[in-house]
């Protein structure tokens, strides 16, 4: 790990985005985690995300459990608030600070412990919320804090570091995702920022529960030969069905494809996702297809990636319940109150 | 002739609609102007076990619950030997007559009304047949009790406004009762009820919804709950006076956010999460709830953020007596988490106090900015209590504590989450979005520096730890004090209570005073402890504490946060389920006081 305090100064030349902010100003503190650690990649990648988006840092919120990959949030957008629950239960805190402030932007991060064992029941119920949120784990099979445990999404042919065998069926999180309601489900590789940017863009700018799988390889427990989430092993067996491009509110591309090759879908706030279909028979807003297209590669020893699952119609959480369009933490003693002649009247009629 | 001065319980089985009848009666003397307090004694069940539905009649408004039965209505032949046992000598028996019961006690009066051959030769409906019975019944104490007729048939006509067509079936089964009572008793019987004004202004209502709409007035947005006996009513409350309150009226969207969790771990991290995000939410559980709530509670202490939160108690330990009551919480919730933390907890001992403390407990959160947890338990909470009017003062504001908001950024030079800035342990705190460059914060429950920043320099941490204690003893200043007695400071003798028993301690006193002794009594209110309340305890010799658990858990609070030497206190305790009686208390007193046990036990409760 890296011990050093991060210099702050840079570059006076640094592209800026419309903010007229650099990528610096979306980064975070130096990373403590260990030397080509695939979560850094993924906090590289948020922060291109965020600056491409030209997002104000101020208006995201960091959100995470307990774990290497729930360190991360310390490392990347300094300019937000984070919280770093207890282990296991980001989703909840995650769903309470949605109910009172939905105009933030929120950005989770979990990883495969945190959310596929001890935090597997919340992961579900804010799934099935649709809370308005980008949920990232970063699923790299192992538990890196306490030495190298299996996890539950370790993969059954998977050996441990001294060729201990794993005796327990893998969860397959985007699988579950898609099950249990989420709107947006994609999988990605902490390795390939082509792929995970554009994807984490159309995240942010989906409205609804968005479910990204991060395959991001620890370098120090589970990355050596028979491990499945090795960079070797994911190199060599990821399977894209779409090739993902994010399309900003004004811009235009003019490239062209082959008919039926590609689906542009209008996201929430007028931005498109290009799907770029490496199968043309693939429609990603069939959530069966897209579980059957899962537990094929499943079956030959392959990992599905892109884009899997989208569904820009659904509802999330607030609309779901109903609430007021001002966010509650904005309502003061006048709005929430009620008269003191309703009090009165309630008074009477206990009488 | 006895007047205004009786316990009545109802043997009933649940499921059988008995409830409402049972309520009705309750209601109708209250109606009367006649201090009542009603108690469901219900199995943790849906449908056929036995129920019991006791009401305590007190003209001078003593409340509490009591010992011994004047009239028993038996509707169970489950229970029915229990019950026929439970009835005080020169009682009454009042039973359903169609069926040949032995009674084999010969000191109590039996009244036999063929409440079954009556409503099935009036209805023809199977089910309003079971269900009129309870109503006759109703009727027949009406008759028997010398209850005003107008008032109770006002109150059927009141329960079904808008169902007009019930109103006539029901009246003409109150009437069925009635008449039988009249025709074949001498009515009324030497124990009756007569109109008083001894109710005065007051309500009848439970605690659980008076802290329900404690908290719409306390502008809590956010309720976050996971279904447990007996708290459920809290949140259900809330949500029904939502609907009624906190609609908007030009959109007709909510004002406000219910989350049924899914566990009491989803509950208080949603409610941790809102509060994070400025908005005042709560939770209301019970034991369980509180058992598996412990780890957020940790994290809510040590990284600051409020909360609040409703333990209605219950019977424990584990899942214990989940339909009975008992105030055994009282460490788990002080101490709740591991590693050194403590909590504010706030004990309320009426509803009225329910709905004032759950406004108060909003404002705490926010100024302590740490969890708030109200003590009450499943006699308050779920019973309906003859209690003071709900008020609020007119210009009450909200006091959201420390919060620094953009411009206040912009003129402080440094912001620091965790920076003791006033002096009184309570940092500043911001929420999220609120300055594009200043004020963000990293919210962890790893441990951290005044910035908020990881740190493993354990000389941080101490000053951190050490700033928390700080917060903990400005919050004694902040938190509800504790009540005394009239005659406080006059008897070498004291008594400290809390929570519901407070129900039974005034009587207690009386009864004491009538032998001579006297004590000088201080209700707590809150932990962490006032200095009042410690001089309360240096000055009397000897302290006696009521508490319904087995272990005195407040003696052990005060003597651990307090350093009382433990001989000076003397626990008074109850835990068998039921609210501490008067007498109970009379006599663990006189116990204390070494007074013969022949003296103490001379048929206090008959001879009343």
Same mark, same amino acid.
Request: aromatic content about 8%.
């Given at each position: 790990?890296?011990? &050093?305090?991060?210099?702050?100064?840079h570059?006076p030349?640094?592209?800026?985005?419309?903010?007229?902010?650099?990528?610096?100003d979306?980064?975070?503190?130096?990373?403590?985690?260990?030397?080509?650690? +695939?979560?850094?990649?993924?906090?590289a990648?948020?922060?291109?995300a965020?600056f491409?988006?030209?997002?104000?840092?101020?208006?995201?919120?960091?959100?995470?459990?307990?774990?290497c990959?729930?360190?991360? !949030?310390?490392?990347f957008?300094?300019?937000?608030?984070g919280?770093n629950?207890?282990?296991?239960r980001?989703?909840?805190?995650?769903?309470?600070a949605?109910?009172?402030n939905n105009?933030l932007?929120y950005?989770g991060?979990?990883?495969?412990g945190?959310?596929?064992? %001890?935090?597997?029941?919340?992961?579900?119920?804010?799934?099935?919320?649709?809370?308005?949120?980008?949920?990232?784990?970063?699923?790299?099979?192992?538990?890196g804090?306490?030495?190298?445990?299996?996890?539950?999404?370790n993969d059954?042919?998977?050996?441990?570091?001294?060729?201990q065998k794993?005796?327990f069926?893998?969860?397959?999180?985007?699988?579950?995702? &898609?099950?249990l309601g989420?709107?947006?489900?994609?999988?990605?590789?902490?390795g390939?920022?082509?792929?995970l940017?554009?994807?984490?863009?159309?995240?942010?700018?989906h409205k609804g529960?968005?479910?990204?799988? /991060? %395959?991001?390889?620890?370098?120090?427990?589970?990355n050596h030969n028979g491990?499945?989430?090795?960079?070797?092993?994911?190199?060599?067996?990821e399977?894209?069905?779409t090739?993902?491009?994010?399309i900003?509110?004004?811009?235009? %591309?003019?490239?062209?494809?082959k008919?039926?090759?590609?689906?542009?879908?209008?996201?929430?706030?007028?931005?498109?996702?290009? #799907?770029?279909?490496?199968?043309?028979?693939?429609?990603p807003?069939?959530?069966?297809?897209?579980?059957?297209?899962i537990?094929k590669?499943?079956a030959?020893?392959?990992v599905?990636?892109?884009l899997?699952y989208?569904?820009?119609?659904?509802?999330?959480?607030?609309?779901?319940?109903?609430?007021?369009?001002?966010?509650?933490?904005?309502?003061?003693?006048?709005?929430?109150?009620?008269?003191l002649?309703?009090l009165?009247?309630?008074?009477?009629?206990l009488r | 002739m006895t007047?205004?001065d009786f316990?009545?319980?109802f043997a009933?089985?649940?499921?059988?609609?008995?409830?409402?009848?049972?309520a009705?009666?309750?209601?109708?003397?209250?109606?009367?102007g006649?201090?009542v307090?009603p108690?469901?004694i219900?199995p943790?069940?849906?449908q056929?076990l036995?129920t019991?539905?006791e009401?305590?009649?007190n +003209?001078?408004?003593h409340l509490?619950?009591?010992?011994?039965?004047?009239?028993?209505v038996?509707?169970?032949?489950?229970?029915?030997?229990?019950?026929?046992?439970?009835?005080?000598?020169?009682g009454?028996?009042?039973?359903d007559s169609?069926? &040949?019961?032995?009674?084999?006690?010969?000191?109590?009066?039996?009244i036999?009304?063929?409440?079954?051959? #009556?409503?099935?030769e009036?209805?023809?409906i199977?089910?309003?047949?079971?269900?009129?019975k309870?109503?006759?019944?109703v009727?027949?104490?009406?008759a028997?009790l010398?209850?005003?007729?107008?008032?109770?048939?006002?109150?059927?006509?009141?329960q079904f406004?808008g169902k007009d067509k019930l109103?006539?079936?029901?009246?003409d089964a109150?009437? #069925?009762?009635?008449?039988?009572?009249?025709?074949?008793?001498?009515c009324?019987?030497?124990t009756?009820?007569?109109?008083?004004?001894?109710?005065?202004?007051q309500?009848?209502?439970?605690?659980?919804?008076?802290?329900?709409?404690g908290?719409?007035?306390?502008?809590?947005?956010?309720?976050?709950?996971? !279904?447990?006996?007996?708290?459920?009513?809290?949140?259900?409350?809330? *949500?029904?006076y939502?609907?009624?309150?906190?609609?908007?009226?030009e959109?007709?969207?909510?004002k406000?956010?219910v989350v049924?969790?899914?566990?009491e771990?989803?509950?208080i991290g949603?409610?941790?999460g809102?509060n994070?995000?400025?908005?005042?939410?709560?939770?209301?559980?019970s034991?369980?709830g509180?058992?598996?709530?412990?780890?957020? #509670?940790?994290?809510?202490y040590?990284?600051?953020v409020?909360?609040?939160?409703?333990n209605i108690q219950?019977?424990?330990?584990?899942?214990?007596?989940p339909?009975r009551?008992?105030q055994?919480?009282?460490t788990?919730?002080?101490?709740?988490?591991?590693?050194?933390?403590?909590? /504010?907890?706030?004990?309320?001992?009426? !509803?009225?106090?329910c709905?004032?403390?759950?406004?108060e407990?909003?404002?705490?959160?926010?100024?302590?900015?740490?969890?708030?947890i109200?003590?009450?338990d499943?006699?308050?909470?779920?019973?309906?209590?003859t209690?003071?009017?709900?008020?609020?003062?007119?210009d009450?504001?909200?006091d959201?504590?420390?919060?620094?908001?953009?411009k206040q950024?912009?003129?402080?030079?440094?912001f620091?989450?965790?920076?003791?800035?006033?002096?009184?342990?309570?940092?500043?705190?911001?929420?999220?979005?609120?300055?594009p460059?200043?004020?963000?914060?990293?919210?962890?429950?790893?441990s951290?520096?005044?910035?908020?920043?990881?740190?493993?320099?354990?000389?941080v941490?101490?000053?951190?730890?050490?700033?928390? /204690?700080h917060?903990?003893?400005?919050a004694?200043?902040?938190v509800? +004090?504790?009540?005394f007695?009239?005659?406080?400071?006059?008897s070498?003798?004291g008594?400290?209570?809390?929570?519901?028993?407070a129900?039974?301690v005034?009587?207690?006193?009386?009864?004491?005073?009538?032998r001579?002794?006297?004590?000088?009594?201080?209700?707590?209110?809150?932990?962490?402890?006032?200095?009042?309340?410690?001089?309360?305890i240096?000055?009397?010799?000897?302290?006696f504490?009521?508490?319904q658990?087995?272990?005195?858990?407040?003696?052990?609070?005060?003597?651990n946060?307090?350093e009382?030497d433990?001989?000076?206190?003397?626990? /008074?305790?109850?835990?068998?389920?039921? !609210?501490?009686?008067?007498?109970?208390?009379?006599d663990?007193?006189?116990?204390g006081?070494?007074e013969? *046990?022949?003296?103490?036990?001379?048929?206090?409760?008959?001879?009343?």
């Amino acid at each position: 790990m890296s011990y &050093i305090t991060k210099p702050k100064f840079h570059h006076p030349k640094l592209p800026r985005n419309d903010l007229g902010l650099t990528r610096r100003d979306y980064e975070g503190a130096m990373s403590t985690l260990c030397a080509g650690c +695939g979560h850094d990649s993924v906090s590289a990648a948020i922060v291109e995300a965020c600056f491409e988006l030209n997002l104000p840092a101020h208006k995201l919120a960091k959100m995470s459990g307990i774990g290497c990959s729930s360190k991360t !949030p310390t490392y990347f957008l300094s300019k937000s608030h984070g919280f770093n629950s207890v282990h296991g239960r980001m989703p909840s805190v995650a769903t309470g600070a949605n109910l009172a402030n939905n105009e933030l932007k929120y950005i989770g991060v979990s990883g495969d412990g945190d959310t596929a064992s %001890i935090g597997f029941g919340q992961f579900a119920h804010a799934v099935r919320r649709q809370v308005d949120m980008l949920y990232i784990v970063e699923n790299n099979g192992t538990y890196g804090l306490t030495k190298g445990q299996f996890s539950a999404t370790n993969d059954r042919v998977s050996l441990g570091r001294k060729g201990q065998k794993n005796a327990f069926e893998a969860i397959d999180l985007a699988a579950m995702a &898609i099950q249990l309601g989420a709107s947006f489900v994609g999988r990605g590789f902490s390795g390939d920022k082509e792929q995970l940017v554009p994807m984490i863009k159309a995240a942010l700018s989906h409205k609804g529960f968005a479910f990204i799988d /991060v %395959i991001s390889p620890c370098v120090t427990f589970n990355n050596h030969n028979g491990s499945t989430k090795s960079f070797e092993f994911f190199r060599d067996n990821e399977r894209s069905i779409t090739a993902t491009d994010y399309i900003a509110p004004k811009e235009t %591309i003019t490239a062209d494809y082959k008919e039926g090759s590609m689906i542009d879908v209008t996201l929430h706030d007028s931005s498109r996702v290009r #799907l770029r279909k490496l199968d043309a028979n693939y429609n990603p807003s069939d959530p069966a297809a897209a579980l059957q297209h899962i537990m094929k590669h499943q079956a030959l020893g392959e990992v599905a990636t892109g884009l899997l699952y989208l569904d820009v119609e659904d509802t999330e959480l607030k609309e779901r319940m109903d609430m007021v369009e001002v966010p509650l933490n904005s309502l003061g003693v006048k709005e929430l109150r009620p008269d003191l002649t309703a009090l009165e009247k309630i008074n009477s009629s206990l009488r | 002739m006895t007047v205004n001065d009786f316990v009545i319980k109802f043997a009933n089985v649940n499921g059988s609609g008995s409830a409402s009848a049972n309520a009705l009666f309750a209601k109708a003397i209250f109606r009367m102007g006649v201090p009542v307090a009603p108690k469901n004694i219900f199995p943790s069940n849906i449908q056929g076990l036995p129920t019991w539905f006791e009401c305590r009649v007190n +003209g001078k408004g003593h409340l509490g619950r009591r010992d011994g039965i004047n009239i028993m209505v038996a509707m169970n032949p489950q229970s029915w030997d229990d019950d026929v046992k439970a009835i005080l000598p020169g009682g009454y028996l009042l039973y359903d007559s169609t069926f &040949i019961r032995e009674i084999e006690r010969d000191d109590i009066k039996t009244i036999g009304v063929p409440l079954t051959q #009556l409503c099935n030769e009036r209805f023809t409906i199977p089910r309003e047949r079971q269900l009129f019975k309870n109503v006759a019944y109703v009727g027949a104490l009406t008759a028997l009790l010398d209850m005003d007729f107008e008032v109770v048939k006002g109150m059927i006509a009141e329960q079904f406004r808008g169902k007009d067509k019930l109103i006539a079936p029901n009246v003409d089964a109150l009437e #069925l009762g009635r008449n039988y009572a009249l025709k074949y008793f001498d009515c009324p019987l030497d124990t009756k009820v007569a109109s008083s004004n001894a109710v005065g202004d007051q309500i009848l209502i439970e605690g659980n919804a008076a802290a329900g709409l404690g908290c719409v007035f306390a502008g809590a947005t956010v309720a976050a709950w996971y !279904p447990i006996t007996p708290s459920t009513s809290v949140a259900e409350a809330f *949500e029904g006076y939502c609907h009624k309150l906190r609609i908007d009226e030009e959109t007709g969207r909510k004002k406000f956010a219910v989350v049924q969790a899914e566990d009491e771990l989803s509950a208080i991290g949603m409610v941790i999460g809102a509060n994070w995000n400025g908005a005042r939410a709560f939770t209301a559980t019970s034991g369980p709830g509180i058992s598996l709530m412990s780890e957020f #509670l940790g994290l809510a202490y040590f990284a600051e953020v409020p909360a609040v939160l409703f333990n209605i108690q219950r019977g424990g330990p584990s899942t214990g007596m989940p339909t009975r009551t008992q105030q055994s919480d009282i460490t788990a919730c002080a101490y709740a988490s591991h590693g050194d933390t403590k909590h /504010v907890l706030i004990f309320p001992s009426d !509803p009225s106090e329910c709905f004032d403390f759950a406004i108060e407990a909003f404002d705490l959160a926010e100024r302590l900015q740490t969890p708030i947890i109200i003590m009450s338990d499943l006699d308050l909470g779920m019973n309906e209590w003859t209690t003071k009017p709900l008020k609020i003062d007119e210009d009450r504001g909200f006091d959201r504590g420390k919060v620094l908001d953009a411009k206040q950024l912009d003129e402080v030079e440094q912001f620091g989450r965790y920076l003791d800035v006033d002096g009184d342990g309570i940092p500043y705190r911001t929420y999220p979005g609120t300055h594009p460059e200043k004020g963000a914060f990293f919210t962890r429950g790893t441990s951290h520096n005044e910035f908020a920043g990881y740190t493993e320099d354990g000389s941080v941490n101490v000053r951190v730890m050490e700033r928390l /204690v700080h917060k903990f003893n400005t919050a004694k200043e902040l938190v509800p +004090g504790p009540v005394f007695g009239q005659d406080c400071q006059t008897s070498t003798l004291g008594l400290i209570y809390f929570g519901t028993t407070a129900s039974s301690v005034p009587e207690a006193m009386e009864m004491l005073n009538e032998r001579g002794i006297k004590i000088d009594t201080m209700r707590i209110r809150s932990f962490p402890f006032s200095a009042e309340v410690e001089s309360f305890i240096d000055s009397h010799e000897k302290v006696f504490l009521v508490e319904q658990n087995r272990d005195a858990q407040l003696r052990s609070l005060l003597v651990n946060e307090c350093e009382i030497d433990p001989a000076r206190i003397v626990p /008074v305790l109850n835990y068998d389920g039921f !609210p501490i009686t008067a007498k109970c208390i009379m006599d663990l007193v006189c116990k204390g006081l070494g007074e013969a *046990e022949s003296n103490v036990e001379a048929g206090t409760v008959a001879a009343e």
